[in-house]
């Protein structure tokens, strides 16, 4: 049995250490009044049977808690109050050296929080221990006066997360838009260095990759790029090799047709995207950012983005050896090709490519047969997105944020360039279980806990207030998000709907299901859950008309928080059936992971929370292998383009490096009743010698993941 220290570090259970602690509070009272040996050991042994019962590892603040409830149990109440005393002291001694302790646990990688905080992050390596090291001192300055003490106390409680913390020192947002199309066409500066127009595709590929990099390093959330942007630059190409391939013709004294010459140029136009893709692939997952881990980067696949004809042309060209390079995959040390985490890719359906009668029925094909070996693309339907935004189609900012829409001075709508300040979001179980079900008191704890969010969020607002160009270049001043002047701020970038700010949300499904009994699916209590979500939009229009900013409801994909949620649910509240029963807490308005329902039923049920959660939301299906059943994936495919705005597949992909496996790799509890992954065949438990690729918050992970989440992958019920 383990429990976790204050310091995030995993040990042993350590029952004497109990004892100790007892003893020592024993002496410092009356002998009238202490303990028996026989009675301390009784306490000893209550709590280590409530750290068994647990189901999940215990926190050293949870069990001294136990220590003291069975000491007054037993009335030994001046022993109790040397103990509270004893704790209060220590407390005190360590104040002064908490941060010093975690920075250690995290260079000795001793720190099981920080070592499950991010599912691609390597713990081990010195960057990502560099990037943990700064954010816990930024993290104790925001705590101690960047940020309104209630506001932190919040976080602390898991009643509001404040998203980010360990990067809020520093004047950087969270994600964006890249403005690819004006970097490359009107040149950028990367690390001082003038860069001028590419003059062929993989040119404009390996820029690309640079631009990619650099931007990761001046943020810390996702960005994403256009294929268009890049796809433009294929015609520089085609006239280069139609130039080159003239002149060999000419040079070796054959004449040749225009139709000839034409033809070979195309098969190198062929050759350099197939270079420029893979020259993507390869850096963005090679490269190490200064945050220590690849560049979380989106392509957006579109083929009505770039004009019929030619463009067109060149563009599915692109997106085909796009989703050939992702079903390829990469080398893992091994050599053997496995599925990597970045880029993601998204898809967009439409009717140029959606039945078999149309244009690009090809393209979807391949992106299905990608899906089922690879869990990529995802799928934004067309159809769907111009009835909830506008009549416009686009992306979103990493796994699933989008921009509201946005109109430039000429009228006409801009995404690219544009970015999100941060997000804090709300815990609606936590909500719903302090009102104790009275909706009365459920509206205005929700309202109380709306106010600190709003609180926080204004506090990342001033944070970025102020902030001059001059601290990342490439963002401001050399066109990723805006070409400003040297010394000028981006406060008029932070205001009236270029850059939105998010509100986000977790835990739809418990808290209705605490409120009403039921499942949010039950028609019966459907209702509320609108309600509930209608709610979050109404303060988001209220604080907007206020701030004159662009506050946006966003369905946060939760990573290690719906852990730490939960853990925190359970010591507020104890152990609720159905709400507070399991280590996680659902993600946004999703139906919940055991809940029996299929692929189709469930896309249609959550289709109707999308347009309330502007600021982002994606669905998803869990499937078995699809690789020998793509005409499954392709009727999916065409059930989101009529009804979902924006959806996923999740697939499976695993690999063990041991026995060669490449089936799925299950979760078992190890004999501490810790939960591990397990290659089935070889019955392997070494991470580091299997491959584990999951998607698990609108993106795919491939390290490993906290408690939470693991058993939530676990206990997940396939919809197909």
């Known amino acids: 049995m383990k429990i976790i220290k204050r310091s995030g570090e995993e040990v042993i259970f350590d029952i004497t250490k109990i004892i100790a602690a007892v003893h020592k509070a024993n002496k410092e009272v009356e002998t009238t009044h202490r303990l028996t040996t026989e009675e301390i050991q009784q306490i000893a042994d209550k709590v280590e ?21 069975r000491i007054m149990e037993a009335g030994a109440f001046h022993v109790a109050r040397a103990y509270i005393t004893y704790r209060y002291r220590r407390q005190l001694v360590r104040q002064s050296n908490t941060t010093d302790r975690q920075i250690m646990t995290i260079i000795e990688s001793q720190n099981e929080d920080i070592k499950q905080e991010n ?12 990037d943990y090291m700064a954010g816990e001192v930024s993290k104790d300055i925001t705590k101690r006066f960047l940020l309104p003490p ?13 998203h980010d913390a360990d990067y809020f020192a520093q004047h950087i947002h969270n994600c964006c838009l890249v403005n690819l199309d004006d970097m490359l066409q009107n040149g950028t500066v990367i690390s001082e260095t003038k860069i001028d127009r590419p003059n062929s595709f993989s040119v404009a590929c390996i820029v690309a990759s640079q631009i990619i990099a650099q931007v990761a390093s001046s943020q810390y959330g996702g960005q994403s790029i256009s294929a268009y942007h890049l796809s433009k630059f294929v015609a520089s190409s085609r006239a280069k090799f139609r130039r080159e391939v003239r002149q060999e013709f000419e040079a070796a004294g054959i004449q040749a047709e225009d139709e000839q010459i034409f033809r070979v140029a195309e098969e190198r136009v062929e050759k350099d995207i197939e270079k420029g893709v893979q020259t993507i692939q390869y850096q963005v997952v090679t490269l190490m950012t200064t945050n220590g881990q690849a560049p979380f980067i989106t392509v957006f696949m579109y083929l009505d983005e770039a004009p019929e004809g030619q463009d067109r042309e060149d563009l599915a060209m692109v997106i085909r050896a796009l989703l050939n390079q992702r079903i390829l995959g990469v080398k893992n040390e091994q050599g053997i090709y496995i599925t990597p985490a970045f880029p993601k890719l998204i898809y967009v359906l439409d009717e140029d490519n959606i039945t078999k009668e149309s244009p690009y029925w090809d393209v979807t094909q391949l992106a299905a047969k990608c899906t089922a070996l690879r869990m990529v693309p995802d799928y934004i339907s067309a159809k769907v997105m111009r009835e909830l935004k506008e009549g416009n189609v686009y992306t979103c900012m990493g796994c699933r944020s989008f921009l509201t829409v946005y109109h430039d001075e000429e009228g006409k709508p801009k995404f690219y360039g544009r970015f999100n300040q941060g997000v804090c979001t709300i815990n609606l179980v936590d909500v719903a279980c302090s009102s104790q079900g009275d909706f009365d008191e459920f509206w205005k704890i929700f309202d109380e806990r709306l106010n600190l969010c709003y609180k926080a969020l204004m506090a990342r607002n001033l944070r970025l207030k102020g902030t001059k160009s001059d601290i990342a270049p490439i963002l401001w001043q050399n066109g990723a998000l805006a070409r400003l002047k040297k010394g000028e701020t981006i406060d008029k970038l932070l205001y009236n709907g270029y850059s939105t700010i998010s509100l986000g949300y977790a835990g739809l499904c418990e808290c209705v299901r605490y409120m009403t009994g039921k499942s949010h699916t039950d028609p019966a209590a459907t209702p509320f859950a609108l309600e509930v979500m209608q709610h979050l939009n109404d303060a988001c229009a209220n604080w907007k008309a206020k701030e004159h900013m662009d506050f946006s409801v966003y369905g946060t994909p939760l990573e290690s928080t719906t852990y730490k949620f939960a853990k925190n649910l359970q010591m507020r509240f104890g152990i609720i059936e159905g709400v507070t029963d399991k280590n996680y807490i659902t993600n946004s308005y999703h139906v919940h992971v055991t809940e029996e329902i299929d692929a189709f039923h469930k896309l249609n049920f959550e289709s109707q929370f999308q347009p309330l959660s502007p600021g982002g939301a ?15 994936v392709l009727t999916v495919m065409q059930h989101i383009y009529q009804n979902i705005m924006y959806a996923e597949l999740n697939t499976k992909s695993d690999y063990c490096s041991l026995c060669g496996y490449d089936g799925e790799m299950q979760i078992v509890a190890d004999e501490s009743g810790k939960l591990i992954w397990e290659c089935p065949n070889c019955k392997n438990h070494d991470q580091n010698t299997m491959s584990v690729a999951r998607r698990t918050c609108g993106y795919i992970g491939t390290q490993f993941w906290n408690q939470g989440r693991t058993q939530e992958i676990r206990e997940r019920v396939l919809h197909l």
């Open 119 to 130: 599912s691609n992050k390597n713990p081990l390596l010195a960057s990502t221990q560099r």
């Open 49 to 69: 049977q409530v750290c068994q019962d647990s189901i999940r590892a215990m926190g050293v603040e949870e069990i001294q808690d136990e220590v003291e409830e």
């Open 150 to 162: 209630e506001v932190w106390e919040a976080h602390e409680k898991g009643l509001i997360h404040f």
């Open 618 to 632: 994606i669905s998803y299906v869990e499937v078995p292998d699809m690789k020998n059943n793509i005409p499954a």
